[in-house]
C-alpha cells in the first residue's frame, strides 16, 4: 500500500510543477486576496491606524504626565529638604537655649541651696544658742536650790528669804563664770 501511494504521487508530481499553481485556482486566489485586501484597507486599516493614533496619543501624554510629576516631585524634594536643613537648625538652636537655661537653672538651684543651707545653719545656731540659755538658767535654779537646801543644811536654819536667796544664787554663779572666762 506504501508503494501505490508512492507511485502514484510520482506520477502526480511528473504532470505538473507543485510551486506553479493551475491557472483557474491562481484566478480564484487573485480574486479572494484581492476581496480581502479591499475588506482590510476599508474596514479594518482605519480601526487600526485609530487605535495606533490612540495609543501614541496616550503615551505621548503619559510621558508628558510622567516629566511633570518628576518635575514637581523634584522641587517638593527640594522644598522638603530646606525644610528639613531648617528643623535641624531650628533643633540646634532650641538645644542650645535648653543647655543655656539647664545651666542657669542649675545656678540658681545652687544659690537656692545654699541660701537655705545657710538659714538652716543660722536656725540650729540660733536654736542652741537659745538651748544654751535655757539650760544656763535651768542649771542656775537647780544648782541655787541645791546650794540654798546645802546651806541651810549647814547653817541649820531654813534660807527661805527668796529676794536673798536669790541674789546670793547671782552673785555666786557670776563669780563662777568670771573664774571660768579669766581661765580661758
Known sequence: M??????LAAEHAEEQNPLIPPGPELLVGAIAFAIVFFFFWKKLLPNINKVLEERREAIEGGIEKAEAA????????EQYKAQLAEARHEAARLRQEAQEQGATLIAE???EGQRQREEIVAAGH???????????QSLRQDV???????????V???????????????????????KAEAAR
Do not use: W, Y
Open 70 to 77: 518628576q518635575t514637581e516631585a523634584q522641587s517638593v524634594l
Open 2 to 7: 506504501i508503494a501505490n501511494l508512492v507511485q
Open 156 to 178: 541649820g536654819e531654813s534660807l527661805e528669804d527668796h529676794a536673798r536667796q536669790s541674789r546670793t544664787i547671782d552673785r555666786f554663779l557670776d563669780e563662777l563664770e568670771e
Open 144 to 154: 541655787g536650790q541645791l546650794a540654798t537646801d546645802l546651806a541651810g543644811k549647814l
Open 109 to 111: 538651684m545652687r544659690a
Open 126 to 136: 540660733a536654736q542652741i544658742e537659745a538651748d544654751r540659755k535655757a539650760a544656763a
